[in-house]
C-alpha cells in the first residue's frame, strides 16, 4: 500500500503565500499522475492541479497564473506553490497519485489525509 503525506497548510492573509507538500511512501514501482485536490466546507471535493510522470501540468481555471505545481520524481514528492492566496482558497488540501506498486506491479490510487489551508481577508 501506498502513504501519502501533505504538509505545509496552515493560515495566511489574502495576498499571501503557501507551499504544500505531499510526499508518498511504500513499495512503489512507478509514480503516474500526482494530483492536488480541495474540499472547501460545504463543496464538493475540486481538481486543482495535476502532473504526469514527464512533467505536463495542469490547473484549474481559478487558480491558473497564482499556483504552481511541481514533483520531485526521485524523491516521490508533489508541491503546490500557491501565491496571491484569496478566501475562497480556504480548503483542505488532498494529494492524489496514482501508478504501480509491489513485486506484481499492481496499479494503485491513493489519497492522502488532507492538510488544511486557511486564507483571511
Known amino acids: 500500500q501506498v502513504q501519502l503525506v501533505e504538509s505545509g497548510g496552515g493560515m495566511v492573509q489574502a495576498g499571501g503565500s503557501l507551499r504544500l507538500s505531499c510526499v508518498a511512501s511504500?513499495?512503489?514501482?512507478?509514480?503516474?499522475?500526482m494530483n492536488w485536490y480541495r474540499q472547501a466546507p460545504g463543496k464538493q471535493r475540486e481538481l486543482v492541479a495535476d502532473?504526469?510522470?514527464?512533467?505536463?501540468?495542469d490547473y484549474a481555471d481559478s487558480v491558473k497564473g497564482r499556483f504552481t505545481i511541481s514533483r520531485d520524481r526521485g524523491a516521490n514528492s508533489v508541491y503546490l506553490q500557491m501565491n496571491s492566496l484569496k478566501p475562497e482558497d480556504t480548503a483542505v488540501y488532498y494529494c492524489?497519485?496514482?501508478?504501480?506498486?509491489?513485486?506484481?506491479?499492481?496499479?494503485?490510487?491513493?489519497w492522502g489525509q488532507g492538510t488544511l489551508v486557511t486564507v483571511s481577508s
Open positions: 492524489h497519485a496514482n501508478g504501480r506498486e509491489g513485486k506484481n506491479y499492481e496499479w494503485f490510487e491513493d
Open positions: 511504500g513499495s512503489i514501482f512507478t509514480i503516474n499522475l
Open positions: 502532473i504526469t510522470n514527464g512533467g505536463s501540468t
